[in-house]
T-cell receptor, first 111, second 116 residues
Framework: QKEVEQNSGPLSVPEGAIASLNCTYSDRGSQSFFWYRQYSGKSPELIMFIYSNGDKEDGRFTAQLNKASQYVSLLIRDSQPSDSATYLCAVSKAAGNKLTFGGGTRVLVKP | DAGITQSPRHKVTETGTPVTLRCHQTENHRYMYWYRQDPGHGLRLIHYSYGVKDTDKGEVSDGYSVSRSKTEDFLLTLESATSSQTSVYFC???????????????FGDGTRLSIL
């Protein structure tokens, strides 16, 4: 079992719709959770981070964390073609803040 | 954008040659990291540093060494490059410290390394 798992996709979403991405992790000691966006040929770019159970909203993005069920999700509202990218979930146990990444979910937003 | 510069951006070299990649930051952050990204494996941590001369291994450290003689520079060295080390290498920095260890990491633009 991989430590951090994501559906590789592609997740195809009509423009204006909500994209829902999920990530599960195996280590219950995980404390910090991050979502990165990566365009093809570019570096990962931080979108959201969440530390506590519940929802955290930032613009069109909402991160949801459920530590009991060991999953973290990312919602993208009013999806735009520019949101087409690979979204990486990353998890840290805090010590050294070392990140373990999932394989990423490719999102395609179609006009 | 976080002040992170990776050099070189692209490099092609031959098996058996030494290679050094440089990561330079202007943020004065304590933590610096080296990752590699490969299809089917995602991003994997190679080594990281939590201060000058303080480094530790990551998930895929075999065949790599690092050095950090100044806060701003973190070097990754492949002593004798192999074709399996062909990859895209990313440096990351974090403002984490002893009292707040969960700060996000920010990534440089990457180095595309090809070993023939």
């Amino acid at each position: 079992q991989k430590e951090v798992e994501q559906n590789s996709g592609p997740l195809s979403v009509p423009e204006g719709a909500i994209a829902s991405l999920n990530c599960t992790y195996s280590d219950r000691g995980s404390q910090s959770f991050f979502w990165y966006r990566q365009y093809s040929g570019k570096s990962p770019e931080l979108i959201m981070f969440i530390y506590s159970n519940g929802d955290k909203e930032d613009g069109r993005f909402t991160a949801q964390l459920n530590k009991a069920s060991q999953y973290v999700s990312l919602l993208i509202r009013d999806s735009q073609p520019s949101d087409s990218a690979t979204y990486l979930c990353a998890v840290s146990k805090a010590a050294g803040n070392k990140l373990t990444f999932g394989g990423g979910t490719r999102v395609l937003v179609k006009p | 954008d976080a002040g992170i510069t990776q050099s070189p951006r692209h490099k092609v070299t031959e098996t058996g040659t030494p290679v050094t990649l440089r990561c330079h930051q202007t943020e004065n952050h304590r933590y610096m990291y080296w990752y590699r990204q490969d299809p089917g494996h995602g991003l994997r941590l190679i080594h990281y540093s939590y201060g000058v001369k303080d480094t530790d291994k990551g998930e895929v450290s075999d065949g790599y060494s690092v050095s950090r003689s100044k806060t701003e520079d973190f070097l990754l060295t492949l002593e004798s490059a192999t074709s399996s080390q062909t990859s895209v290498y990313f440096c990351a920095i974090s403002a984490s410290n002893n009292s707040n260890s969960n700060q996000p990491q920010h990534f440089g633009d990457g180095t595309r390394l090809s070993i023939l």
